[in-house]
């Protein structure tokens, strides 16, 4: 349920939630839009993502990567560091695709937007977490640390919320009458 009239500017990390009229604390979830809200809502439980980007060569390449942070406004953020060849390959074309599965929930989503490489102190220690200072010992002074913010433009989802057992009988019967099953639905999120 989106709350009306926030009553203070609210922003993550800003130290305040934002009230609604009544004095209510608003929550993450209640700033953001439905497109938002939706899409987050199936990323939240999901952190490892594998990230494409165009190589040099023109190939693509794809790696692991792990979503940070505990809300969504429109942006996913990533560390890395600036030296990594993704770098190079993002300041030549920002363009990304992010796959997100969870296999155990039949959810699968594919995100596609713009990379930009930022060096924002605040940010990293808004997000730094024991994950990223295994990846980066030196933690938050590593001269490399930066992150990569993802500007979501769109992004598709399968997902199948049946129980298993009627999966694998609609499996069973498209078999047995040569129709392939429903499995689930799809969508399409433009933010």
Do not use: C
């Amino acid at each position: 349920m989106t709350s009306v009239g926030a009553s203070r500017a609210w922003s993550p990390g800003s130290g305040h939630p934002a009230t609604d009229t009544r004095g209510h604390a608003v929550s993450d979830k209640d700033q953001m839009s439905p497109a938002q809200r939706e899409l987050w809502d199936k990323l939240e439980g999901v952190r490892p993502a594998m990230m494409t980007t165009v190589g040099e060569d023109g190939l693509l390449r794809s790696r692991p990567m792990w979503t940070q942070g505990d809300t969504f406004d429109g942006s996913l953020w990533f560390f890395t560091a600036d030296d990594a060849p993704k770098a190079e390959e993002l300041a030549r074309n920002p363009q990304i695709g992010l796959s997100y599965a969870a296999p155990d929930k039949d959810l699968f989503v594919s995100v596609s937007g713009r990379a930009e490489l930022i060096h924002d102190e605040a940010k990293i220690e808004e997000l730094w977490n024991a994950f990223a200072e295994a990846w980066f010992p030196d933690g938050t002074a590593d001269p490399h640390l930066a992150l990569l913010r993802v500007d979501v433009d769109h992004a598709q989802y399968w997902e199948d919320k049946k129980p298993k057992v009627l999966q694998l009988a609609e499996i069973a019967i498209g078999i047995l009458r040569d129709v392939p099953p429903k499995s689930g639905e799809q969508g399409r999120i433009d933010l």
